[in-house]
């Protein structure tokens, strides 16, 4: 039985609780959880829960002990010191995305990570998604041929100004490091970069508070171009309603569209290449198979309880994680690229992008921040938002 | 009965020759046709239409004293020439898109056009569909509110090295002056100029080559903004199969989008901001209706048998053109913008675009070719390629 602190009860943290206490976590009990507004550890009395040892301090609560494994749920930028200070204590780390704001301090939590033994993942549940990992499983068996374009919208992330307002820390540079990447598309940023691994290069278009009062991005366009001559586009939202999430990936196979969470291949009988090779008639066109392809088979959507016990496998059992954490710097640095492709209108090189100057420039967004937040606190409902 | 002359008998001059031998256009005759390929001339004898005076020589015909409207089927640089020599004949002109291969041409043929009372229309027959037909009056009387991202996919134009290398004059910058902008999406480019307007700039991203053996573009993609602030992305790609023609509208009424030529509007039932102003809830989301919306009442999909009846009654009764020939300047802006973006790595405002510069670079992309055709040459069968 792994013993689970959580640090922070939010949005986040309440609805990791309810998954432990309903029992959705069989070899994980909530020990611990940490908040520095003490008001906020009430609600466990109100669930019930008195058992749960409560900390305001993350410090006290590490060497308290009582818990094996933290669940980071707190604001983004803490979570690398939070990771780092776990592992210092000899604690296995399991990290709401994203894996931090900026790359630099990324990197800095996976150096500690690697300095240990511990288990250290990442919460990205929509990699349990079984659509997604038979997309991934059709890549990587060559079923597509050489991917040629990419183009991803991902624009059903709708949030009112309501949502921006209800908590202190959201939708500003100091506090929250950006907006719809940082906090909606982190899910999406690293399937992309899972399915189809890292761009090399990077143009963005961003509007900043252009449809809230907010000082983050609420609106994204990025084009990305790959080594091997395939190029992606994203494109982001957070105020379209109701929005889409259409993931279409043109290949040598044909035409791969994810809609609606269903996967239709338009696929060729051969490659494209042989059948333009071959073509003898100017207007030649390829038979084409409209195939709708099942998920995983057998593979279940667990979603944040299917990484919660993915991570716990991990300690007991030495189970591959889904989700590794030092992977989450490769999402950073992708929306720390669009980001800063957007304020310099420049391409970003991944490789040799400038962390301190992301870093920098940040800073200066923050100082030189005028923006003011109607705040109206709310924890906020998130069953089905993620 | 309006006496038409057909120069070029190529594809689409043989297309156009067969509707008007079909009897599909009632107030027409093909009275002249002219190449400057004497055996192309021979196929009117095959198909048993001896009666039809030939030339190989252009303004041989329009001195004639046959023809009454001139129907330009020739490559696209000589679009903007032979009109203009028609105009000061005294001919009503009829041309295929696109109106020229690059804007300053078009400027002077549109000037000529103005010095005339002839009728000057294009062959966009893509504005006879009653789809976008449908989505032109929804937008005109604002059932869609402020449009705020425009993302067009039309990656359906594949064409085979074969089709590239079947005319002398194809996929050259000396005889084509570009590649899927200038010959297959002039149609969608239109579309949307005739939709959206013209955009403010544009920042674009190519391949030229990429994927055949052409120096021309074979993949483009376009991002656009818009003086309001809505946002456009346009992705083209010939060499896709079986590929995408996807159009989709983010606006403040809900997401339309139409594909397999059908209309989908996902609607809201209050205004977006109105939505966003009164919720009190952090993730609310607003009702939304999907609308299946049929396309324009009684409107027939008539296509280029369409827009030259439509011509022909211009002439005879003075009907409004479903698409003015000095219309055609705004698509080669938009295409010409997309170019010049590409070259430079830079933005291009369509307002101060230099036209002389964007001439200027063409030159020297023709001065400087090292591309060897490998010819084959084929008239092609059209048929549902447009």
Known sequence: ???????????????????IFAGKIPNGKLAAVCDNDPKKLEWLKEMGHEEVKTFTDAEEMYKSGEIDLVLIAVPHYFHPPLAILAFSYGLNVLSE?????YAKQVREMNEASEKTDKV??????????????????LIQNGELGKIKRITWIITDWYRTQVYHDSGAWRSMWKTEGGGLLI???PHQIDLWQWLFGMPKRIKAFAGFGKYRNIE???EVTAYMEYENGAIGTFISSTTEAPGTNRLEI????GNLIIENNEITFKRMTVPEPEFNANATIGFQTPDVWECKIPPLRGAENSQHVGILNNVI???EKGTPLLAKGTE??????????IHLSAWTDKWVDLDTMDEDEYYNMLQEKIKNSTYVKNLNEQVNDTTGTY
Request: hydrophobic residues 40%; positive net charge; proline residues 3%.
């Open 313 to 315: 496998d991990a300690i």
């Open 250 to 253: 043109a290949c040598e196979m």
């Open 97 to 101: 995305k994203p894996a931090g704001a």
């Open 1 to 19: 039985m792994v013993r689970i602190g959580i640090i922070g009860l939010g949005n986040m943290g309440r609805s990791h609780s309810r998954n």
């Open 120 to 137: 250290f993942g990442l919460m990205f549940n929509q990699r349990t998604n079984p659509v997604y990992r038979k997309l991934r499983q």
């Open 183 to 185: 906090n909606q598309c």
């Open 216 to 218: 983050v991005e609420d």
């Open 328 to 337: 989450g710097i490769n999402g950073v640095k992708i929306a720390n690229a």
